[in-house]
């Protein structure tokens, strides 16, 4: 492109600017008045439409929070020495001991597996002995409280 085809288009497209913006200022008035009207609208709707729905979120959150800190809160991830079963573990007095066994755990855990093979119940067996040393290590190098002072369920 040449400058001398240039300069006309520049010129051009400086006056269809000022045609523009004059004709914005001409309507600048009637959009504003417009717009204002919509966002008056939007404003006055808004405590209905958005803030209750944030509310009713934030509670059921919280709430799933308090369940999620009553149900998991002072649980302790001990291993099993002898068979490697990860347990939840919460100690909630000196002769009390929480124990949360999931799927994976107690078919990993050999106590239960050998009570299979027996052909017995192992879930009528309440816990693996081998495990229970694994939480007296447990508490004894400090990696679980001897009682935890996590709140129990329903202390609020
Ligand atoms: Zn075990």
Not at 5 to 22: F, I, K, N, Q, T
Not at 61 to 79: F, I, M, N, P, Q
Not at 90 to 107: D, F, M, R, Y
Request: include cysteine; charged fraction near 30%.
């Amino acid at each position: 492109m040449s400058p001398r085809e240039e300069a006309p288009d520049v010129d051009r497209l400086a006056r269809s600017m000022l045609r523009l913006y004059g004709a914005h200022d001409d309507h600048e008035e009637h959009d504003h008045g417009e717009n204002a009207e919509i966002r008056e609208r939007n404003f006055a709707g808004a405590p209905d439409f958005v803030s209750d729905p944030d509310r009713a979120a934030a509670v059921r959150e919280a709430t799933l929070r308090d369940r999620e800190r009553y149900l998991t809160y002072g649980l302790v991830s001990v291993d099993c020495r002898f068979c490697h079963s990860a347990v939840q573990v919460k100690k909630l007095g000196p002769a009390h001991t929480s124990v949360q066994w999931n799927a994976e755990a107690s078919q990993r855990c050999a106590y239960f597996a050998e009570i299979r093979q027996a052909g017995g119940e192992s879930a009528r067996a309440r816990t693996c002995p081998r495990l229970a040393d694994s939480i007296k290590h447990a508490v004894a190098e400090g990696c679980l409280e001897e009682v935890s002072s996590a709140p129990s369920p329903g202390d609020g």
